[in-house]
């Protein structure tokens, strides 16, 4: 007898995935998963039972199972309300012992401990030293130096861990010649090399610890915005939210493709995976390419996310969330 091909399982059998999905929406079964789980147990050598037609039911279910595996899906989760009376929030960061919140409207970034509870202010409208004008972004990778983005002062004010002001890295200290350039996203790697996008000339730049320029390179022409940037020892990684897409570029710059960011609000990578947060749930994703699905109880439109030892903090313009999860 005949094997069975994928395209002929899924021929028979999409139509009732898609009405799980439709009458369990959390299970989020996803036909693309499922052709990969199919491919594998049509290679294993058992495959043949699923010729005889009495098994192929009990076939079906066994691949079910696996995808239940690979998406690893739980119940909705309540997200919890940490702090509140935001105005235009646009990005934070987690420490061990703090979160850093870059508060726009109100030109400042706010200091909490993990509770929501704030320890200290730093900012307010200006150009001098702790004044910013249009902060955008926030890194404080290594716990001891906090670099904040500031749009329209056209540098990147750099403070200790108490606050206090340590220097700048701006256009005329790194090129001479008073180059103008307006930093937007910044990451920090886990050896203090400074990544920033330069809105003003559409390039990445990359500083060592005691601001001197690295590398510059210019964002490839496939990525239309830069709404967020994550860097990791592996990678750059961009959110397109113009062309739904996340990017992958080398360290160098390199474009190295993409993964699709349909409806994705914020991003959050690490060492070990991939974080995407939509307004409806959250899901991660592995090295391994196994992912796992936390959907929200309420829709929420997040517009930054930072994860740390099972906890998830997720930030809207107007308040800040956390949701525990288990590892």
Known sequence: MTKPTTEAILGRKASNIRTLNTEHPTLNIDLVSIRDVIQ???????????????????????????????????????LIPIHSGLEK??????????????????????????????LDTIGGKGSGNYQFSKPVDVDATNGLKVFVSDFNNRRIQVFDR??????????????????????????????????????????????????????????????????????????????????KTIHRLSLNGNYDGFYPAEDVKALFASESGIWKAYSDRLEFENRSKQKRLIPFTSEFEAVDMHVLEGVVFILSADELYKLSISE
């Open 40 to 78: 594998f147990s049509l290679s294993y050598h058992s495959c043949r039972s699923l010729c005889i037609g009495t098994n192929f039911f009990k076939a079906f279910i066994v691949i079910l199972a696996a995808t239940f595996l690979y998406f690893k899906p739980l119940q909705a989760q309540s």
């Open 162 to 243: 108490r606050g206090q002001y340590l220097s700048s890295i701006s256009a005329s200290d790194a090129f001479g010649n008073n180059r103008p350039y307006n930093p937007t996203q910044i990451a920090v790697n886990g050896l203090g090399e400074v990544f920033f996008v330069d809105e003003a000339g559409n390039y990445i730049r990359r500083f060592d610890l005691d601001s001197n320029l690295l590398d510059e390179f210019r964002i490839s022409s496939e990525i239309n915005s830069v709404d967020e940037m994550n860097v990791t020892s592996r990678e750059i990684l961009i959110l397109d939210k113009s062309s």
């Open 89 to 118: 929030a646009t990005s934070l960061y987690v420490t061990q012992n703090e979160i850093y919140i870059v508060e726009q409207g109100k030109d400042r970034v706010l200091k909490l401990d993990h509770s929501g509870k704030v």
